[in-house]
């Protein structure tokens, strides 16, 4: 399993602890609950944020109880995706604010064939992130009234994600802890568990 960590400082200081990574080991396992984790190794990773290509070190834990290992994932990665999280957002906002994949691409300069992937994954889980942001929103704003939804999730989910960036900000709340949001309710966006398809290339929403 993935345990999603706070890192509030830049990407790049995290790159340049390499091997050296300290990060606060997680209290419970998300397996059995209990709290018997230990840091069991760090994997090499590679992420890329467009022009800037990144090498580093993800740690592991290990449960006592019950033997399963978890990576620890900085809030900046998203789970099976190179791309840094904060990139594939900004082309999801540029696919569903009406550019569509070919548009989103050329400007972020990434592959048609990713973007295209990107939105389809996001697409088939828009509702159940839409949800969770909805929920966040109520949690952490209780006196705002959310933004309209769209006749869409994807839309909705995107600028229900833009209207909790602006409070998070108000509120000083660090973008860490927004992109720990994003990271959690977007979670749903690995490969492994994906209906999509890429034939036929559009993305209707
Ligand atoms: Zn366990």
């Known amino acids: 399993m993935t345990i999603i960590t706070l890192w509030d400082k830049s990407v790049e200081s995290y790159v340049q602890a390499g091997r050296e990574i300290e990060l606060k080991r997680p209290k419970s396992c998300p397996a059995c609950g209990n709290e018997t984790l230990i840091f069991w190794g760090k994997r090499e990773r590679y992420a890329t ?7 580093l070190y993800v740690r592991r834990v290990r449960c006592k109880n019950c033997l399963s290992t978890h990576t620890i994932l900085p809030a900046f990665l998203l789970r099976g995706k190179v791309y840094l999280a904060e990139r594939i957002v ?11 994949v070919r548009s989103a691409a ?18 088939s889980q828009a509702e159940a992130i839409y949800g969770r942001f909805l929920y966040l929103y109520h949690t952490h704003f209780p006196g705002a009234p959310p933004p309209a939804p769209y006749a869409c999730y994807c839309r909705s989910a995107l600028s229900l994600a833009r209207r909790l960036f602006i409070l998070a900000s108000e509120k000083e709340l660090s973008a860490c802890e927004f992109s720990r949001w994003l990271v959690l309710a977007t979670r749903g966006l690995s490969p492994a568990n994906q209906p999509w398809s890429l034939r036929g290339g559009r993305i209707p929403c």
């Open 90 to 100: 900004r082309a999801l906002e540029l696919v569903y604010d009406g550019g569509g």
């Open 106 to 123: 050329s400007k972020l300069k990434v592959a048609r064939s990713t973007v295209s992937r990107w939105a389809l994954q996001f697409k």
């Open 49 to 55: 944020g467009g022009k800037q290509n990144f090498h």
